[in-house]
Structure formats: structure tokens, C-alpha cells
């Protein structure tokens, strides 16, 4: 929640100046910072261009001085039970800017108990996959994908880790649009309420500007996929039917190709929204 930082009702957009050595503080709304070595500064700020897509961003400033930053969001157990339930891949995405050649450490946790990730100084969660995005000092997007263990259903904390051994200035890094979603392909940033019902619920409906197709491969593939080409093919002829359901067909026309397999039985929405076709058909390619 609050992946692109619209939300600031603690500070409106002022600088939160964190002493180090404490516990999570919070931040800009539902994100955590903390420090060791050296003190650190937080804040919300503006588009990077006045052309730029991003809105807004959270800067965390380092140094001088050694110093090891961190910015965390804690996802909870109802908002990511569904999807660790199943063992699911989900990538982590966002776009930063900062020093060039700068390293920025990610790291996904779950927690012992639900919802319970413990303190600082006293933590109570398992690492679950990390790795390092580099900074190149203009605003680069970031993926990194992985899968989520069961025991994930208790929660999930994504951290952001900028370490320093020495500086004698500041350094500021910018992050902008942080999203996590199910699939292993990074999609369009998109604000997401609590739960996948509200989502289904408030969402507009994508209105086709032109004929479209799905992919499913029962052998290789996973609901969890865009189902838009045969490297992202949905498992299940039923999730291309359910996803064509959310859309605004228009007139256009949609195919849903099938690999040769096994396919559990479908359900066929009553209608759809629009005047064109949705056909079912096996690839013989």
C-alpha cells in the first residue's frame, strides 16, 4: 500500500530526521525507517522532472558517515494469504534514482507468528530472498522475482537496505512506485486496496482497442501469469475466461489459444461486456 507515496498525513511532505540506533519509526503512511551508525533523513518529495510519470517519491538521505539505512513496509497476513497459500511467485518492482553505481539491498521476510514481525533488536522473522539493485544516477526501474513458502501467510515485510562505510557528504536516494505482485512479470503500477475483492470491485474495466489474444499451456503455465503471450501463458482455460470477463470487449474480438493438455471444467460467464466474440481454440502450431 502507499507503493507510489501520495499518502504523508505524518509529516505533509516534511523532512523526518530518525537517530540511530532505534526501533522501526514511522514514516510516510504504511512504510517503517530505521538506522545504525549514523542518523538519517526521510522525506516525501515531488516529481523528479515536470515531465516526470512519478508523482511522488521517498527520499531517505544517508551519511555522512557509516551508516546502515532502512525503509520497510509490513504486508499483512490477510493481504498476502492468498497468495502464499499456493506457493506463489510474485515480483517485487521499483524505480530508483540516486548516486551512479550506488547499491540498494532488498530483502523479503516472514514473520514467525501472524502479523508479528518483532523489533529491530529483537526481530521475529525468517529471510526468504534478498539481492541488490544498483542505482545509475537517473530514475531505473528494478525487478526481482522470487516465490513465496506457506509460511508467508503469516505476513511479509519488504525491507530496503542502503549501507555506507565511510562518506564525508550526503547522499540522497530516491524511490519511486514500489509494487508487489503475483506473477513472475512486472505489469504497470497500479494503487491497490486491501484485499483482491475490493480490487475486483473498484477497478475499471479495460476496454479492448483492438482484437486480443490468450495463451494456456496446462504443461508450462500459471494463473498467476498475464496470459498474454505464450512465455506468460495462463495453466487454466478458466482464468482467460475470467479474465475476459473483467474486460470491456467493445467490438473486437478475443481468442483464447490452448496447448494440448488436460483442462479441468469451465464455467462460461452468462455475457460479456460488448458486441465482439470470445473464441476457445487448440493451437496445432
Known sequence: ANGDFRFDRRAGGGVTQIAAGGDRTPILDRWFAWSTGSAI????????????????????????GAVGAHVSQQILSDDIR????????VTLSGAITGPGGFPVGWSAYAP????????????????????????DGVISE?????????????????????????????IPIQFYAVQLEAGAEKTGFSWRPRSVAQVEASAPRERLPADRYYF????????QNTGRRWASAFASVQKALDTIAQLDIGIFNVTVLAKAGTYGPIVVPAAWMGSGTVTVQADTA
Open 112 to 135: 514467525a507468528a501472524f502479523d508479528s514481525f518483532g523489533t529491530v533488536a529483537v526481530p521475529t522473522r525468517t529471510l526468504i530472498a534478498s539481492g541488490t539493485w544498483n542505482v
Open 82 to 89: 492468498d497468495l502464499a497459500a499456493s506457493e506463489s511467485t
Open 142 to 170: 528494478q525487478t526481482a522475482t522470487f516465490d513465496l513458502p506457506t509460511s508467508a501467510a503469516n505476513g511479509l515485510e519488504i525491507e530496503f537496505t542502503v549501507s555506507l562505510t565511510s562518506t564525508s557528504a550526503s
Open 41 to 64: 533523513r526521510v522525506q516525501q518529495i515531488g516529481a523528479f522532472t515536470p515531465t516526470s510519470r512519478f508523482a511522488n517519491a521517498l527520499e531517505l538521505t544517508v551519511g555522512p
Open 216 to 223: 494456456v499451456d496446462a504443461a508450462t503455465g500459471s494463473d
